[in-house]
């Protein structure tokens, strides 16, 4: 491909793949970054190396926004082998107890899974990217050194039963950020007195977006072309993906005041939230926070 800038090209926006089982979430990222031949790139909400599914990844000014899409819910597809535990809680993991599972209707498990609907603390996995004294867990786990991680809340908004045959419990799951599948799976397995692990998860939606939308790394390989004509036309605009903050139009003042850092009045009062900033031609300029008073100030500026 023709690449005149040697350190890559500038390039907004974001491309929503659908990642395949087996890459890490920075392996992905990386590929996509050099398929673009973007400058500058990044992903979030990561997914574990046996997970497939939706993975956003953010190209250039795009990763200004990042941050904003982790706060949103997500859904998933799981399949969870009761009756063994394993150390990862996943199936690329050792074998460190078994139990029986026979005995259990499926009746008992889903009303088991079920009970997990709604408002609940839920430790951690040791084998996550959570920092303890700037170690990653997972790192101190591979050493055979486990430490205390406190629950955090996590909100379970809905659990589907598909079904449930030969220790297999199928379900998908709607929750909020920070949620673990691999630590609500265990817990259900705990419940039932018989442990399990996860043997297959896939993330069908990220906030607004559904599986539907997003496009595997294959698929963009065969639409690279010389000019990154085909490849750019997967890139959706940041202010997209971006549904649930609202909306507000500058004047032409007020985009040069917030483009150089200022901020600036408004008439709405009396609440605080975050805003998607346009300018008069509906240019996006990025994130702004108004405050009670009435005042906008500049958060994240594509400018």
């Known amino acids: 491909m023709s690449r005149r800038n040697p350190k890559g090209r500038d390039i907004n926006g974001i491309v929503l793949l659908d990642k395949d089982i087996g890459l890490s979430s920075n392996a ?69 107890k078994t139990q029986t599972f026979e005995q259990l209707s499926q009746v008992e498990v889903m009303t088991a899974a079920r009970s997990f609907i709604g408002n609940i603390l839920q430790v951690p996995p040791m084998y996550s990217a959570l920092k303890k004294d ?21 909100t379970i908004h809905n659990i589907d039963f598909i079904g449930y045959e030969k220790g297999i419990v199928t379900l998908e799951v709607s929750c909020s950020k920070g949620t673990y599948i691999r630590s609500l799976i265990q817990d259900i397995g705990d419940k039932l007195g018989c442990g399990a692990h996860v043997i297959e998860l896939r993330r069908t939606g990220f906030a607004h977006i ?12 065969a639409l690279a072309t010389e000019d990154f004509c085909l490849l ?18 500058l004047d032409a003042q007020q985009t040069i005041d917030i483009k150089y850092g200022r901020t600036i009045l408004s008439e709405y009062k009396g609440e605080q939230y975050t805003l998607k900033l346009f300018d ?24």
């Open 28 to 96: 992905a990222l990386q590929k996509v970054k050099r398929l673009f031949f973007a400058k500058k790139a990044g992903h979030t909400g990561s997914l574990d190396p046996l997970a497939s599914g939706i993975l956003p990844i953010c190209l250039g000014q795009a990763t200004k926004v990042a941050q904003f899409l982790l706060d949103d819910d997500k859904r998933y597809f799981v399949r969870g082998q009761l009756g063994e535990i394993t150390d990862t809680g996943d199936c690329e993991g050792e074998t460190i």
């Open 134 to 154: 700037g170690q990653p867990l997972y790192k101190l786990a591979r050493q055979g050194i486990e430490v205390e991680r406190p629950a955090r809340p996590v």
């Open 210 to 221: 559904d599986i539907g939308a997003t496009i595997k790394f294959s698929e963009l390989e």
């Open 232 to 249: 750019d036309a997967c890139i959706f605009p940041s202010e997209s993906m971006l549904p649930n903050i609202k909306d507000i139009r």
């Open 280 to 303: 008069p031609a509906q240019q996006f300029l990025g994130i702004g926070e108004l405050t009670p008073d009435g005042v906008i100030a500049p958060k994240r500026l594509f400018v």
